[in-house]
């Protein structure tokens, strides 16, 4: 049996048996010997050397992550519950690492029950748990198929605002495949839409497989609802419930670079935050402004924004003005200004709205080359003024959110302000509404959104696409599994496109994999798209659609 006697440096002869016994056992934990470190807990027992709650928690930590050594397993069982008990009986209140480790242990043990108690009842120790002390419980309960304990489970770690994450939403989906329960696994694809991008091979091929053999026909809705339902929820999902009859085709394919599914001939969507979300953010960094802004000035810049409602765009003037400005001659660009301005009337037939601090705005009057230019902007409205004191980063970002338009903006948003707003959305909502830009000599690109979201989408013909991790090389096509029904809102028409068959008996379609048999000879592709609004271009012709409505046409002011 090694020791630590021959590793450490000399001792004080001095020492206490409580110390020696922590340094043995630190020795054992680190170089992960149960065995040895059992022996030491024997010994210490025997000698009723006094043993802390750092004593107990490493004991049961070691115990814990032997249970994966087939040699280790049973003597960590028969020891992680010998020193659970021996902890209690001392009156050491255990903590949640203590409580993860035991449920560790009788999770492995198959008594979900006792885990999932030990978890219920730590407020008692005062203690709060965590993701990591919920899974041994949850998972038990999946691989046992006990899918009602395992909802329980859930519910309480919702209760104690505790998040799932892929791991645990994965063995929900699938002992609800597994028992048959199909509202269980749309609800829990739904919560994997919201929580992950991509997902991982595994839990790709549990949706794979529930699709393969679920054959439950859905509800029958109206379109209209439907649409509603996707507008509502901000693109990419309706939430209603499954759609459609028949049994389910899946697929796995690509997606073009404008978002088209090569399998089934559906556009995905850009997905944006939802309604709530919306009235929650704007709501959110108005209160936020008011605690840091002159309440009265922001007031009355939200009641300007409601008398004016239809911009398209929202241009941060600052950030724009002094882009690449830090050189000797530099100072604030009216030019670069200018030229995204245009840009942006030029492609929508609206005018964007400038936000500028009112200094920079004065000194731009007061400069013969700009004031004609300005004084425009103001009698168009193209222009906000921020008042003096003020920070123009509450304002520009409030009436994006507010009006749910595109920012542009080559601000990355990490300063202090926005981290008081939190992550929860924000980055979903920057994805969806920042223009990024460039000038290139002199010559001005707009970065758009991009055309669709890499995320889980739900369709209105009831479709699913569901994004797949890769392996992490760069050129490597990102695969999506494309799972429909084809008679979806009607019957394979005109536009259907014949299948192929390998040599292996496997259908394929224009270069996807068809997962399931199918028994028409056909697959229909999507209806014609619907009618779109008008939208910016990008140089490779990527849609990025405007919100708002079109306005006639004025001339463009000009620098004079």
């Known amino acids: 049996m090694a020791t630590?006697?021959?590793?450490?440096?000399?001792?004080?002869?001095?020492?206490?048996?409580?110390?020696?016994?922590?340094?043995?056992?630190?020795f054992f934990s680190k170089s992960k010997d149960l065995r040895s470190a059992v022996s030491l807990y024997d010994s210490a027992v025997s000698s009723d050397t006094r043993l802390s709650q750092h004593h107990f928690n490493t004991l049961l930590y070691l115990c814990s992550i032997s249970l994966s050594d087939p040699s280790t397993k049973e003597l960590a069982l028969q020891y992680g519950v010998r020193v659970f008990d021996h902890?209690?009986?001392?009156?050491?209140?255990?903590?949640?690492?203590?409580?993860?480790?035991?449920?560790?242990?009788?999770?492995?043990?198959?008594?979900?029950?006792?885990?999932?108690?030990?978890?219920?009842?730590?407020?008692?120790?005062?203690?709060?748990p965590?993701?990591?002390?919920?899974?041994?419980?949850?998972?038990?309960?999946?691989?046992?198929?006990?899918?009602?304990?395992?909802?329980?489970?859930?519910?309480?770690?919702?209760?104690?605002?505790?998040?799932?994450?892929?791991?645990?939403?994965?063995?929900?989906?699938?002992?609800?495949?597994?028992?048959?329960?199909?509202?269980?696994?749309?609800?829990?694809?739904?919560?994997?839409?919201?929580?992950?991008?991509?997902?991982?091979?595994?839990?790709?091929?549990?949706?794979?497989?529930?699709?393969?053999?679920?054959?439950h026909n859905g509800q029958e809705l109206n379109v209209g609802l439907v649409r509603e339902a996707v507008t509502r929820n901000g693109g990419g999902w309706h939430g209603i419930g499954w759609i459609g009859k028949g049994r389910w085709v899946v697929r796995r394919g690509n997606v073009d670079n404008d978002g088209k599914c090569f399998c089934c001939g559906e556009h995905l969507a850009r997905i944006d935050i939802d309604d709530t979300e919306t009235e929650r953010f704007a709501a959110s960094v108005a209160g936020l402004a008011m605690e840091r802004e002159v309440k009265a000035y922001f007031n009355e810049f939200q009641d300007w924004l409601d008398k004016h409602p239809n911009y398209e765009a929202i241009v941060d003037g600052a950030n724009v003005g002094l882009y690449q400005q830090n050189f000797a001659e530099g100072g604030f660009s009216v030019s670069q200004l200018d030229?995204?301005?245009?840009?942006?009337?030029?492609?929508?037939?609206?005018?964007?709205?400038?936000v500028l601090h009112?200094?920079?705005?004065?000194?731009?009057?007061?400069?013969?080359?700009?004031?004609?230019?300005?004084?425009?902007?103001?009698?168009?409205?193209?222009?906000?003024?921020?008042?003096?004191?003020?920070?123009?980063?509450?304002?520009?970002?409030?009436?994006?959110?507010?009006?749910?338009?595109?920012?542009?903006?080559?601000d990355e948003m990490r300063d202090h302000i926005f981290e008081l707003l939190g992550s929860n959305f924000f980055l979903r909502w920057k994805e969806r509404h920042q223009v990024r830009y460039t000038f290139m000599k002199g010559n001005l690109k707009l970065h758009m959104p991009g055309p669709f979201s890499v995320v889980i989408q739900e369709s209105e013909k009831g479709a699913w696409h569901v994004p797949i991790a890769g392996d992490g090389n760069e050129d490597s096509k990102q695969s999506w599994l494309c799972i429909t029904r084809p008679s979806a809102w009607g019957e394979p028409g005109e536009d259907a496109v014949s299948m192929e068959t390998c040599e292996n008996g496997d259908s394929v379609w224009n270069g996807c994999k068809l997962l399931s048999p199918c028994k028409p000879k056909c697959i229909s592709s999507c209806d014609s798209e619907p009618e779109r609004q008008d939208s910016f271009q990008e140089s490779d012709n990527k849609p990025a659609t405007m919100t708002g409505k079109r306005k006639e046409r004025s001339p463009s002011p000009s620098i004079s």
Request: proline share 3%.
């Open 87 to 128: 902890m209690v009986a001392n009156g050491i209140k255990p903590n949640e690492a203590s409580i993860t480790a035991v449920a560790r242990l009788a999770a492995a043990k198959g008594d979900g029950d006792y885990a999932f108690d030990l978890v219920k009842n730590m407020g008692v120790h005062n203690e709060l």
């Open 358 to 410: 009112n200094k920079r705005v004065r000194a731009l009057l007061e400069n013969p080359s700009h004031s004609k230019l300005i004084q425009e902007w103001i009698e168009k409205e193209v222009l906000y003024t921020t008042p003096h004191g003020s920070n123009d980063d509450w304002y520009w970002l409030y009436a994006a959110v507010k009006l749910r338009c595109l920012l542009v903006t080559n």
């Open 130 to 215: 965590r993701l990591r002390t919920y899974d041994p419980v949850l998972l038990c309960f999946c691989d046992k198929l006990e899918a009602d304990k395992a909802y329980e489970v859930e519910v309480h770690m919702e209760s104690m605002g505790v998040s799932l994450e892929e791991t645990e939403l994965a063995a929900l989906l699938k002992v609800s495949a597994e028992t048959g329960n199909e509202e269980r696994f749309y609800g829990y694809l739904q919560k994997l839409r919201k929580t992950v991008r991509c997902v991982r091979e595994e839990t790709a091929k549990i949706i794979e497989d529930w699709f393969q053999n679920f054959e």
């Open 4 to 26: 630590a006697q021959g590793k450490k440096k000399k001792q004080n002869k001095n020492q206490t048996p409580e110390s020696q016994f922590n340094y043995n056992l630190n």
């Open 339 to 354: 030229a995204v301005v245009k840009e942006l009337y030029g492609q929508s037939g609206n005018w964007p709205l400038i």
